[in-house]
């Protein structure tokens, strides 16, 4: 085979196959020899559901995975920002670049984003291949003290970024984060790294508390399933002696309703609160509370201009370390195993391998 | 390509900028589209700018050097000829107001939105990129705005002046209810004081050394006009400009000062009136070139908490609100143009401007027939 890809082609149906090897036409191209690929939440939904919304054709199928990273293994004539060989963190949606958004800064939020693995039409192919195709801006050099298992770390990372700048968090903040998976904890250490004072993790499940508290010696907190929103809230403040007025930031990671509701409950008056963490599209929400606190609540979307720069400097200054996070890799012909190990909530970040040679 | 409305037998006069002070006429290959994204206008109006002048005098502005000849022009109008494959927002015959500056879509500073800060921009009659002074222009079909049937081609080429207003502005973030002194009553100086009234602000003041000027500004957008007295004999300049900002919040009961000052003549007095007008807290914004390096009041910039920033171009949002300015009448373009000429008469255009007459305000070229 000449560019092996592991294909999904619905709800628990997907074959490991040859796909064309990637052309460069555009002069800004480069190709990228696939290293390692994480897998996502969304990974999991995909493999259970057929997709998010836009469902994967099934005559077509699609090639997964979005988290990766590689070396450079061809550039376009007009590439100067890598060579060939060079160690990269991939950015995995490029957008059209002619449009109001892309020309205004907000290129994540481009009506013609090609992002990989998202079904169309068009489709876009997804990163769990030997050769992926992809933009110079869009990829990012790391430097060798770095794995490239790392790297693929770089894109969770990317997403806490910009939720955390979305949530404007500063230095001396109070900041609360709903949800201690991947992207909880990444929001956590990346709110550390913009000057959080005190970090709140919450999660209904101890061993991801008992995990936080390893990595990132932050505060956590549980909340009890039965008690209300306000109960939880006015639990979590007193348990850490917090009062109604000190809490700065919330950033909701889970995308729980009960955990939503408790995040706006824990604010205090003029409070941040950013939804990064997806779950039900409609959910009962506190908006009384919005406008009785004057709350400032955000949407959350991918990464933006600047995220992955700032990831890259962040993991590679070793800021943050993630090897923790990474709790298997799976061979490249048995991708489908690290999905279904995900599903079944075992490890944080489950890699799969890159073709070998 | 699709359609295109050129024959053969076609030709692309155009007016060069061989080397300093040496302009002439010649005939250049009609530019190509040059990707699927790109469109042919045929110009039909082209204003006339200081940054022009400055090009035909001196050769260089800052870093940017004539070292090879050039198409002069950059305000412009035209009609759509030619559409690439890719083009969706235009299509053949459409009249357009065209923004001269594409940058590179790629680099961090257009990946952020602030294009106008990008390095590679090809800026039209910028060395070494060629200007619009010529039967043809190509460019960006993003970079070309569709302008209403109302609006005529004089009109939409003053859209290029009336965008740097709105960028200037934009940058200092005027808001309703404002007070602004306006350092400046020439096109830009006049036409960010209208933006300015567009954007709600209170009160504006225009500032000049020409009376006529003044009453100029006056009668189009400005609610109050302050003539500076001249310096006495002998006396320090600085002493002289801080005297003048005084004055200008007395006559007018800035009391602590203006909310917004906007610079736009980068003359050093104007500069260190500004500054010293400008209330505490307030905002700077230098819009205007001059002198390179001024003596500067660095140390009531500090005390004074201001903040102090310089306004380029244009950047995203500039060029579609100037047109709707201009479109919905609430910024009057036509009463700025004083002259007009033939392309033929490209040269004596310049030279009227150079010529720096009172009289003259905005000289326009109407394009190869």
């Not at chain 1, 997709?51 to 590439?79: F, N, Q, R, Y």
């Not at chain 1, 909880?184 to 993790?201: D, P, S, T, W």
């Not at chain 2, 970079?143 to 740097?164: G, L, Q, R």
């Not at chain 2, 200092?172 to 933006?195: C, E």
Request: proline share 5%; aromatic share 6%; glycine share 10%.
């Amino acid at each position: 085979m000449q560019n092996p890809s592991i294909v999904l082609y619905g709800p628990g149906s997907a074959k490991l196959e040859d796909k064309p090897v990637p052309e460069i036409v555009d002069g800004h191209d480069v190709i990228v020899r696939i290293a390692f690929v994480g897998v996502c939440g969304s990974d999991v939904h995909f493999w259970n559901h057929g997709g998010i919304g836009k469902h994967v054709d099934l005559t077509a199928g699609i090639v997964m995975g979005h988290e990766a990273s590689g070396t450079i293994s061809s550039i376009g004539p007009a590439v100067t920002c890598v060579s060939v060989g060079d160690r990269v963190a991939i950015e995995p949606g490029v957008p059209c670049r002619f449009c109001s958004y892309c020309r205004s800064g907000s290129y994540h939020l481009c009506k013609d984003m090609r992002f990989a693995a998202a079904p169309g039409p068009p489709d876009t192919q997804g990163t769990l291949c030997k050769y992926f195709k992809v933009a110079e801006d869009f990829v990012y050099k790391v430097g060798d003290e770095m794995s490239l298992e790392e790297t693929v770390l770089v894109e969770p990372t990317s997403v806490a970024v910009h939720a955390v700048k979305l949530a404007d968090v500063r230095a001396g903040e109070t900041v609360v984060v709903m949800g201690s998976g991947t992207i909880g904890l990444l929001c956590a250490a990346v709110a550390r790294a913009f000057g959080a004072y005190r970090i709140i993790l919450v999660d209904i499940l101890d061993t991801k508390l008992e995990f936080a508290k390893l990595f990132l010696g932050c505060e956590t907190f549980k909340p009890s399933t039965t008690a209300s929103a306000e109960e939880n809230a006015s639990s979590l403040r007193s348990s850490l002696n917090l009062s109604s007025t000190c809490i700065d930031t919330v950033i909701e990671a889970s995308g729980a309703a009960a955990s939503i509701e408790t995040g706006i409950n824990v604010l205090r008056p003029g409070g941040k609160y950013v939804q990064t963490g997806m779950g039900k599209p409609k959910i009962e929400f506190p908006i009384g509370m919005i406008s009785e606190k004057e709350l400032m609540v955000r949407g959350c979307f991918r990464y933006g201009a600047g995220d992955y720069e700032l990831a890259v400097s962040l993991l590679t200054r070793a800021i943050i370390n993630v090897k923790p996070l990474i709790s298997s890799t799976t061979r490249f012909e048995e991708a489908t195993e690290a999905w279904k190990k995900t599903a079944r909530g075992e490890g944080i970040k489950n890699l799969i391998r890159g073709v070998d040679d | 390509m699709s359609s295109a409305t050129t024959t053969a037998t076609d030709t692309n006069p155009a007016f060069v900028l061989r080397a300093i002070k040496d302009v002439a006429f010649e005939n250049r290959p009609i530019p190509q589209l040059r990707d699927p994204h790109d469109v042919r206008v045929h110009i039909a109006q082209t204003g006339i700018c200081g940054s022009d002048v400055h090009y035909w005098q001196r050769g260089r502005i800052g870093d940017f050097i004539l070292s090879s000849p050039i198409i002069l022009g950059h305000e412009s109008s035209g009609t759509v000829v030619d559409v690439g494959s890719s083009v969706t927002n235009l299509k053949v015959g459409d009249r357009v107001a065209i923004e001269p500056g594409v940058p590179c879509r790629r680099c961090d500073y257009c990946r952020a939105g602030d294009y106008n800060l990008c390095n590679d921009t090809i800026f039209a009659a910028t060395p070494p990129w060629d200007g619009t002074l010529a039967k043809y222009y190509t460019v960006a079909s993003d970079y070309c705005y569709k302008i209403p049937d109302h609006m005529d081609m004089e009109e939409a080429a003053m859209v290029e002046p009336v965008s740097v207003a709105v960028q200037i502005c934009k940058v200092a973030d005027v808001r309703a209810n404002q007070t602004i002194v306006v350092f400046g009553a020439g096109p830009i100086g006049v036409l960010s004081q209208a933006v300015a009234k567009a954007s709600g602000a209170k009160k504006v003041i225009a500032v000049d050394i020409s009376q006529a000027r003044l009453d100029f500004a006056k009668s189009y957008a400005a609610d109050e006009t302050f003539l500076p007295p001249q310096a006495e004999q002998g006396e320090d300049p600085v002493a002289h400009s801080e005297k003048t900002a005084k004055m200008i919040k007395e006559q007018f009961g800035l009391g602590e000062g203006a909310d917004v000052v906007l610079e736009c003549t980068g003359a050093e007095p104007c500069i260190q009136a500004g500054i010293n007008v400008a209330r505490k807290g307030g905002t700077y914004v230098q819009a205007g070139m001059g002198k390179e390096n001024v003596v500067f009041p660095i140390t009531t910039a500090c005390i004074r908490a201001l903040t102090i920033k310089g306004s380029i171009r244009y950047s995203v949002g500039c060029y579609p609100n100037a047109v709707h300015l201009v479109a919905t009448g609430k910024v009057d373009v036509k009463r700025l143009i004083t002259n007009r000429f033939k392309f033929e008469e490209a040269e004596k255009a310049f030279e009227l401007v150079k010529a720096a007459q009172e009289g003259v305000f905005k000289v326009v070229i109407e394009g190869v027939q």
